[in-house]
């Protein structure tokens, strides 16, 4: 059964079941004993019980029969004693006015893929038990985590597979396509949680598969071997390959790994954004691509359904009509989708947002250790504590395959704007301005360099690797020589001893390209260390740059949380962009 066929309700609309208790200001789950029960699991009919007994002819009390399954009539009311309350969620209730403590969800969806997890009170647990039901589960062993953590950071792969599951799919490429990894997102979430960062993993990029553990379906296990030199999107489907395959995957090619996995089809993006009323985007020219079958007039239209998902497949219409271009589109979806679910309209209807529930867990696979529905919540809220300004969206930094000399169809790591990306996601630095961080740096910039610099051409400086990653020395000498114009520097291996912390030493006579490289690399009064200077490699004096420990990467300034990496096309979720 595929993912469609799990778990449904027939003809319930959960949302009718939902009330509003006045005493706690909460939507609590009601089920009248004459609502029909598939497909939402509850506590069983209580067993028929007997009537108010009455006095028979003889003055003795007996007890009349109720039939099975009918509800026990209420006593009379005294003749002129008023009528009573009804109680809450019963017909004829008194109109309540609705509070803002609607049931909140949090929606994630880039491409193909779809991410919805509910957060749920008490009184909803049998209608989350449901929900869990509808998610598929797939065991991936030690390539995701065991369990989730609410105090760390965390990293979430989303997949979205062009497996044509679903009504009126099959028509799409491929009909007979196992589901590969068409459109690929890695989710990292701050520990702090006032940013996370998505960073899109094109199908095309070279990559080497490992070797991989897999489940099949009788139970047993079974080793898939690796292949080099392969595109990203042969690491799901291809000969049995899982998602814990994906994990291992990108977990080689940029040194991330993955915590766990959420994994969707085509139907994800047609009944998420039907169940919102749809999505807007914008577009800067008219769109008629024959391929996708998208037509959308130029500035801002709405979409939804079959037109969603052309918006979000079509790859002729924009740029260059490559997988980089569609990507960005993707993106600015998921942007504008990730807004309309945090609106005021969707919060606060309990109708939209477990229509969207629904929608989302039936098309939704997940790894085993995030498939419990406490389990969810948990991840739900954390989500919903990063602000949209602090969401950023951005895709591996790649080059042209250079193997390929008269078509090009794939791409490369660009191995001189990745690495630094990498890094500071793995150092859980944000992408985005933080107000209160940011305040502090610009203090403490303005305070350290007072006085004349000299120009970064003029700077003359020796680079060691202190303790900072392998290849970490070689990677910000390309960076000041080719992005900052520190063209008189050079590497000079690996230092004597480890640093916790990155140091500049300078003789009195280099405070200026001292104040000029501190610049540059965001150096704090703690790490400039007045000294002597050392001879570089034209003979001239210089100074001595030692990368510690806390060295995040090229390119990335040591005193901030916001990384400004070179080659970084990046947006936020909470500007609305048109695709061009």
């Avoid at 009537?51 to 509800?71: F, K, N």
């Avoid at 390959?241 to 040194?255: I, L, N, Q, S």
């Amino acid at each position: 059964m595929d993912a469609q066929g799990r778990g449904r309700a027939d003809d319930v609309d959960p949302a009718d079941q939902w009330v509003l208790n006045p005493n706690t200001g909460e939507y609590e789950l009601r089920l009248s004993p004459s609502a029909p029960q598939s497909g939402i699991p509850g506590p069983r009919r209580a067993a028929a019980a007997p009537s108010p007994s009455r006095t028979g002819a003889s003055g003795s009390r007996t007890t009349a029969p109720v039939a099975p399954g009918r509800d026990v009539p209420p006593p009379r009311r005294r003749r002129g004693a008023p009528p009573e309350e009804p109680l809450p969620g019963r017909r004829g209730r008194r109109p309540v006015k609705q509070k803002a403590k609607a049931k909140k969800a949090l929606l994630w969806t880039g491409g193909t893929m779809a991410f919805v997890l509910v957060a749920g009170a008490t009184s909803g647990y049998f209608y989350l038990k449901h929900l869990e039901g509808n998610v598929g589960t797939t065991d991936v062993g030690d390539a995701a985590a065991s369990n989730f953590s609410k105090d760390e950071a965390f990293n979430i792969l989303i997949i979205g597979t062009d497996k044509r599951t679903g009504e009126g799919n099959e028509g799409y490429g491929d009909a007979g396509s196992v589901g590969h990894a068409d459109t690929t997102i890695l989710l990292h979430v701050a520990k702090d949680r006032t940013n996370a960062t998505a960073l899109s993993i094109p199908r095309d990029l070279i990559v080497d598969i490992p070797d991989c553990r897999t489940k099949q379906e009788d139970g047993s296990e079974t080793v898939v071997a690796g292949k080099e030199d392969v595109r990203f999107n042969e690491s799901l489907g291809e000969s049995g390959r899982d998602a814990g395959c994906t994990m291992r995957t990108v977990e080689a090619a940029t040194g991330i790994k993955p915590d766990h996995f959420v994994m969707a089809d085509f139907n994800a993006v047609k009944t998420l954004t039907t169940a919102v009323d749809g999505v807007e985007v914008c577009v800067e020219k008219a769109v008629d691509d024959e391929k996708s079958k998208l037509v959308l007039p130029a500035g801002t239209s709405k979409v939804e359904g079959e037109q969603a998902l052309a918006f979000v497949r079509t790859r002729h219409a924009f740029g260059n009509k490559g997988d980089l271009d569609r990507i960005k589109v993707q993106q600015q979806f998921l942007g504008s989708l990730m807004r309309k679910m945090t609106s005021g309209d969707t919060l606060t209807s309990p109708t939209k947002l477990l229509k969207l529930a629904e929608a989302a867990t039936n098309a939704l696979t997940v790894d085993k250790a995030i498939g419990k529905v406490g389990t969810l919540k948990d991840i739900a809220l954390e989500l919903k504590k990063v602000p949209t300004k602090n969401i950023s969206f951005m895709t591996i930094p790649v080059v042209d395959n250079p193997a390929e000399t008269v078509v090009k169809a794939t791409v490369v790591v660009d191995k001189t704007n990745a690495p630094p990306i990498f890094d500071a996601i793995a150092g859980d630095v944000s992408f985005t301005e933080v107000k209160k961080q940011e305040k502090k740096e610009k203090a403490e910039v303005a305070a350290r360099l007072k006085g004349s610099k000299s120009a970064a051409s003029d700077v003359r400086v020796r680079i060691l690797n202190g303790g900072a990653a392998a290849g970490s020395a070689q990677q910000q000498l390309a960076y000041l020589q080719t992005q900052a114009g520190v063209t008189k520097s050079d590497n000079a291996g690996n230092a004597e001893a480890a640093l916790a912390k990155t140091t500049l030493e300078y003789a009195p006579d280099q405070a200026d390209q001292a104040r000029r490289l501190a610049d540059i690399m965001g150096l704090s009064g703690s790490a400039m260390k007045p000294g002597k200077s050392v001879t570089n490699a034209q003979g001239l004096p210089a100074m001595t740059l030692t990368l510690g420990k806390d060295f995040k990467g090229a390119g990335v300034k040591l005193n901030s949380s916001a990384a400004a990496a070179p080659g970084a096309n990046k947006s936020t979720a909470d500007k609305a962009q048109c695709a061009s």
